[in-house]
Nanobody, 128 residues
């Protein structure tokens, strides 16, 4: 059993920063690629970025490149999403997820179907 718990969301002004955390309170993330997704009201869930199991590789959606950074601390069973220069269009519920296969590459990591376990989400609201 795996339980992922996101935290760190909130209300921030445009241009501000937030750091989201994703803790595996049950199970482990150590050998798995981890992804971040988001879903805005009335829109489909979209890929934000991912990090390989080793932490050596990352991949970001174009909307996140240069502003968001994913990191992980396997000893703490936690993945982070540092978000800088936030824009109103970043407003969404943010989810972390654990990829299906252990020790896998980042291939297909942009697809939500590649992930087995999901957190409950944390709301991020960016105001003007």
């Amino acid at each position: 059993q795996v339980r992922l718990v996101e935290s760190g969301g909130g209300l921030v002004q445009a241009g501000g920063s937030l750091r989201l955390s994703c803790l595996a309170s049950e199970g482990t993330i150590r050998p798995y690629t981890m992804g971040w997704f988001r879903q805005a009201p009335g829109k489909e869930r979209e890929f934000v970025g991912c990090i390989s199991w080793s932490g050596e590789s990352r991949y970001y959606a174009d909307s996140a490149k240069g502003r968001f950074t994913i990191s992980r601390d396997n000893a703490k069973n936690t993945v982070y999403l540092q978000m800088n220069s936030l824009k109103p269009e970043d407003t969404a519920v943010y989810y972390c997820a654990r990829k299906k296969d252990s020790y896998s590459s980042l291939g297909s990591a942009t697809a939500s179907a590649s992930y087995t376990y999901w957190g409950q989400g944390t709301q991020v609201t960016v105001s003007l």
